[in-house]
């Protein structure tokens, strides 16, 4: 049914893995439409579905961004338009209510790991990196990444991923409060799956209502996602976005 994710159900628990490995799993819109379409259909109706895990296909990455190949020629019209739909689907993964963890199996980058910033929690295996990488392309992140990554590891330290574009380890990210554990791959999926058993023993209802709460208590930043999204959609008219791209795609180092 969907071209670029697979979804199993086992015990309450949906496996969510986004399948385009080749690709290092970057989500195109049509991805990033399989998984809103997937959320708000099957994930939420089906009422044997109590959890969902999302990874990534492959030994190598969760996600590694955004698709640049897809958006490379976008204008800032374009832009703007692609990260206020974005937003709604990392918002619409926020607010789903029914617990989300996100099992980051290798790179979680740009894009990437702002859908696992989305998502309620996360597992990292060992080799996981994870960063914003936005501003080597000229672009910053469009995804929420600039207000959930503060959030949740705090303003300095989302500075530091946010304008060095660079990666940090499983073990930093454990640290800094980025990621709730880290274990070995062979264990990632079932260290999310035993974390989802110890809800379902608890009321699906107040576990609802839970995450709702939380969020709404940390949802006064609109000013902040409104100027995330024009300023990404402004990176597109800029020749450092050319610059950015066109040495991404040529395998070396952007000159700015
Ligand atoms: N988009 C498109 N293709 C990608 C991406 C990506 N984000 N990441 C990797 N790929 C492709 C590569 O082009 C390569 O394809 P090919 O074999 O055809 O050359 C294949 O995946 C394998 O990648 P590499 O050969 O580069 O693998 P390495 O192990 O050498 O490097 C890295 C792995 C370090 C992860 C490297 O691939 C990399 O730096 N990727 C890009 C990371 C990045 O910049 N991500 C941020 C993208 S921007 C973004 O996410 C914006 C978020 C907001 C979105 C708003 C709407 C657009």
Redesign the pocket.
Known sequence: MYNNIQIQVNDHTALLEINRP???N??NRETLEDIDHAFQNELLNDESVRGVIITGAGE??FV????????MH?SQEE?LA??KW?HGVMNRIEAFPKPVIAAING?A????L?LALACHFRVANQQA?LG???V??G?I???G?TQRLAQLVGKGKAMEMILTGE?IHAQDALNWGLVNYVVEQTDLISKAMELLEKMYGKSSNAIAAAIKAVNAGLSKSEDGFSTEMQA?GDGFGTPDFKEGVDA??N?RKPKF
């Open positions: 080749k690709n290092l970057a989500l190598k990455a590694a961004g955004a698709d640049i190949k897809e958006f976008y832009g692609l990260a974005g790179f980058l740009g894009g990437g702002e990196k914003l990488p936005e080597s392309l672009l992140p469009g995804y990444g990666m990404f991404f795609l395998k």
